[in-house]
C-alpha cells in the first residue's frame, strides 16, 4: 500500500486547513486509515482515525476542531481542520492498518505517508 498525502500550509490561528490522504495498491476491504502528528521534540501522537465502516477516534486535543472522513470508494482519508491552534504545528503523517478498529495502536499502522507540514501561526 502506497500513501500519497496533500493538504498541508501555513494557516493563521483560527484558520481551516483540509488534508487528504490516497491509498494505493493491495487495499483490503476492510481497514483503518489514521492521521498522526509529530512537533519538533516531540513523539508521533495520533490525532484521528476512521474505520473503512466509519467509526472514528480523537484525540483530545483536536475534538470539536477535526474531523476525519473518508471516500471508500477512492481510499482516501481527509482531515478537516477548523479553528487551529499554533500548537497543532506539526508534520502530518497518514497511515494504514490491515487492522479494522479506530483504537488500533501506531505499532499496528503497517504503512505510512510521507508527511505534510502544517503551520500555524501569525
Known amino acids: 500500500v502506497q500513501l500519497q498525502a496533500s493538504g498541508g500550509g501555513l494557516v493563521q490561528p483560527g484558520g481551516s486547513l483540509r488534508l487528504s490522504c490516497a491509498a494505493s495498491?493491495?487495499?483490503?476491504?476492510?481497514?483503518?486509515m489514521a492521521w498522526y502528528r509529530q512537533a519538533p521534540g516531540k513523539q508521533r501522537e495520533l490525532v484521528a482515525a476512521i474505520t473503512s465502516g466509519g467509526n472514528t477516534n480523537y484525540a483530545d486535543s483536536v475534538k470539536g476542531r477535526f474531523t476525519i472522513s473518508r471516500d471508500n470508494a477512492k481510499n482516501t482519508a481527509f482531515l478537516q481542520m477548523n479553528s487551529l491552534k499554533p500548537e497543532d504545528t506539526a508534520v502530518y503523517y497518514c497511515?494504514?492498518?490491515?487492522?479494522?478498529?479506530?483504537?488500533?495502536?501506531?505499532?499496528?499502522?503497517?504503512?505510512w505517508g510521507q508527511g505534510t507540514l502544517v503551520t500555524v501561526s501569525s
Open positions: 497511515a494504514f492498518a490491515t487492522e479494522y478498529s479506530a483504537y488500533a495502536k501506531l505499532r499496528d499502522y503497517e504503512f
Open positions: 495498491g493491495s487495499i483490503i476491504s476492510r481497514n483503518s
